[in-house]
């Protein structure tokens, strides 16, 4: 009941939100169809580009190290409005809703879903809790070669534009459009949020955390080889032992 109000409760600040909006129109409140408990997801319509977006809403964090003003807000619209590369799902718009303390950013719709979706062949706008309860089907040499190799450049990129390690590298966050992997998810870094597999993963990072994004990139890996989830900071013998056999595994262990 705790959970139905507080849906209930960001449902009446989004309505609130588009009703002044001359861009975006409301179509439908999704369930929780990611991991992170205090975020919400809208469907909406973007009237100008004449497509449909995902909003959502997410409380501000207390350990973000930005300041939560119109200053702020004004300089990320900006920085995200300038980050456009081949391999990055845009953020189409980020928005402060002060009077509720929450940040709420605009990404495009996409109904395939994630590459999480892909790998488990579950429907996209199910609840995370119902989707990922099988286990799912291991990718390709080439899709995870090709995926691979996107979501890396996809990572250079950001660092070379001087952003923090993303943080929140998974296949969640990662979609397959028109065979191309784009990422997503980078903006999160920025605002103190910590990703899912931060507590399971912490203690190999030993206070380097540029070490993160190579951790969650082989645990990337090895979801697209195996077809499941590694659920340790390392994959122990008995986990490797059933992908000896995957051309890929051979192929990183020369590099």
């Known amino acids: ?44 319509r973007d009237s100008k580009q004449e497509i449909n977006a995902v ?13 939560f003003n119109k200053a702020t ?5 900006e920085l995200f409005s300038l980050l ?10 980020v928005d402060f ?11 495009p719709f996409r109904s395939a879903g994630s590459l999480k979706d892909v790998i488990y062949g579950s429907r996209p706008q199910s609840s995370w809790e119902d989707k990922y309860q099988v286990k799912g089907k291991s990718l390709s040499v080439t899709q995870i070669r090709n995926y691979g190799r996107q979501v890396l450049e996809a990572l250079l990129y950001l660092r070379e534009k001087g952003l923090p390690a993303c943080g929140h ?10 065979g191309n992997a784009k990422l997503s998810g980078f903006e999160n870094s920025l605002f103190g949020w910590k990703s899912r597999l931060y507590p399971t993963i912490k203690r190999l990072l030993k206070d380097k955390q540029d070490d ?10 090895y979801e697209m080889l195996a077809g499941w989830e ?23 262990r020369v590099s």
């Open 1 to 44: 009941m705790q959970k139905m109000a507080e849906r209930d409760a960001v449902l009446l600040n989004c309505y609130y939100y588009l009703k002044d909006s001359k861009k975006y129109s409301f179509i439908d409140h999704l369930p929780d169809i990611g991991s992170r408990m205090n975020k919400q997801w809208f469907l909406v």
């Open 55 to 67: 909003l959502t809403m997410v409380p501000w964090s207390l350990q973000c190290t930005l300041t």
């Open 73 to 77: 807000r004004k300089t990320l619209k």
């Open 84 to 93: 456009q590369y081949p391999y990055l799902l845009p953020v189409m718009d």
């Open 97 to 107: 809703v002060f009077e509720h303390n929450l940040v709420m950013f605009i990404h």
């Open 169 to 178: 590298l998974h296949s969640g966050n990662i979609f397959i459009i028109n």
């Open 212 to 221: 993160m994004e190579v951790i969650q990139f082989g645990h990337l890996l």
């Open 230 to 252: 590694l659920t340790t900071s390392e994959p122990k013998r008995e986990q490797l032992t059933k992908l000896r056999n995957a051309p890929v595994v051979e192929v990183c």
